[in-house]
T-cell receptor, first 112, second 115 residues
Framework: GEDVEQSLFLSVREGDSSVINCTYT??????LYWYKQEPGAGLQLLTY?????DMKQDQRLTVLLNKKDKHLSLRIADTQTGDSAIYFCAESYTSGNTPLVFGKGTRLSVIA | DAGVIQSPRHEVTEMGQEVTLRCKPISGHDYLFWYRQTMMRGLELLIY????????DSGMPEDRFSAKMPNASFSTLKIQPSEPRDSAVYFCASRTGTGWETEAFFGQGTRLTVV
């Protein structure tokens, strides 16, 4: 069955890097996603990675995928107070035809 | 497009009452999902539709929950009768079924409190 695990809390100082980790169980996962949820809002897609990639960089965001260990991470460089939010890891295993399976989310707190 | 629109944003009701949550997906999206978010369980998929047809409702907690999608631009999630343990934030999301960039767009959610 599908299962996505994340640590629940992370606290970092402003300007430091944040690393949010996620493990998943379904080896047939094709797409892996990071969503961000700000207080009182819905989820917004931050970035995604296809399973044939090891890394993806997008401005301050770096996604690393270790398929052997089924481990996904999101690194936020130069973390700002506006990055404080809940970050969800999600997986899906066909293009557009199956719903996303989400982890419980990691609450990132950025200390000024 | 205004995005996925959910109503109401907040709902407070008494135990035993019927509650109806509403969702308008993004025009042209042929998948619609209902999720429930709680601190204990995170985001749980309740049900999803493809072209207005329910595909998988195995996440619906029990018979008190029902969902409909009478047309491509509207869906409802109904709880009857409601119980305090139904208190949660309910999200609707939609996406297209084509292309490999399968981004799901979420509404802002309905915060339900059953007292």
């Amino acid at each position: 069955g599908e299962d996505v695990e994340q640590s629940l809390f992370l606290s970092v100082r402003e300007g430091d890097s944040s690393v949010i980790n996620c493990t998943y169980t379904d080896s047939s996962s094709t797409y892996l996603y990071w969503y961000k949820q700000e207080p009182g809002a819905g989820l917004q897609l931050l970035t995604y990675i296809f399973s044939n990639m090891d890394m993806k960089q997008d401005q301050r965001l770096t996604v690393l995928l270790n398929k052997k260990d089924k481990h996904l991470s999101l690194r936020i460089a130069d973390t700002q107070t506006g990055d404080s939010a809940i970050y969800f890891c999600a997986e899906s295993y066909t293009s557009g035809n199956t719903p996303l399976v989400f982890g419980k989310g990691t609450r990132l707190s950025v200390i000024a | 497009d205004a995005g996925v629109i959910q109503s109401p944003r907040h709902e407070v009701t008494e135990m035993g009452q019927e509650v109806t949550l509403r969702c308008k997906p993004i025009s042209g999206h042929d998948y619609l999902f209902w999720y429930r978010q709680t601190m204990m369980r995170g985001l749980e998929l309740l049900i999803y539709f493809n072209n207005n047809v329910p595909i998988d409702d195995s996440g619906m907690p029990e018979d008190r929950f029902s969902a409909k999608m009478p047309n491509a631009s509207f869906s409802t999630l109904k709880i009857q009768p409601s119980e305090p343990r139904d208190s949660a934030v309910y999200f609707c999301a939609s996406r297209t079924g084509t292309g490999w960039e399968t981004e799901a767009f979420f509404g802002q959610g309905t915060r339900l409190t059953v007292v």
